[in-house]
């Protein structure tokens, strides 16, 4: 299984401005040689030597993850602004001729989890078919609301792919190809549903935006049988723990947390998401170092191996 990360940005798009452009290049300059820049292969070289912070961005886009099983099936998780992209790289594919399939699960219907939609190209072609999950009995309402003529000037039926909404039993399991499937209530505001996808005994864990504070903590072996043994754990961690102190009943949660949990459950590694629109590239390497020592300092002491790392847009993982 191969997981790829169209949209990791929580809560808004959010565009690098023209000064972070520029910062961003004053510092490449600032350390270049001149032997970096001696033919395109050097400088191509140089610039794949900068850190993600100097070089790129984590990504500006919203929440939109797709699971590549060894099956071949099409899966995605959630539909931010990243779907939209996610959408270009099927019409490179069966989809450009109406031919695509694929199935597509949703978190909850918080816009940052659904605006790319109404953008999502395969969505317009006849003969594509796009099977939604979740446990929301009335998700297709929700999704048609979005594009109401008052809020957006096409709506879904205009979108000619044919679509059909399964809700799952909440808490249930469901086999899509050999692919097991278990949804997990999340604390949230209006409540939202994390996702464990297990294939030929790997697993992979989207926790979907989560709560979990230290009073949580208590009552977390409720969650035992969604993170036990997960390979990777894809972890709503848009705030540092003191923001998350401040920011209590946000519906989301800090690094500290999400690695006491993977920690608890045996989980090989967590790659932290769902990145605030206020958080530079920068911020976000500090984000990391930071859960980095935190591992060292503490669940790393008890001999637990655990590896952090930031989800970063376009980048696919094997798993
Ligand atoms: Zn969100
Ligand atoms: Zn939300």
Redesign the pocket.
Known sequence: MKVKFWGVR??LPTPLTMDTIQNKIFRALQRVKPSDLESNETIDNYIDSLPVSIKGTYGGNS?CIQIIPDNGDVICIDCGTGFKNFGASLMQREFKSGQGFASIFVSHT?W??IQGIPFFLPMFIPGNKFTFYSPFDDLQQRIEYQQDFSHFPINLEMMQAKKEFVAVPQEGEIFLNGMKVINKRMRHPGASYGYRFEENGKVFCFTA?CEFNLDEMDEIDSYREFFQDADVVLFDAQYTFNESINKIDWGHSSASIAIDIAARFNVKKVILY?HDPDYSDDKLDNVLANARSYIAMNVGKKGVELEVDLALEGAEIEI
């Open positions: 929580g809560s929440t918080h940052d989890h935006d769902h």
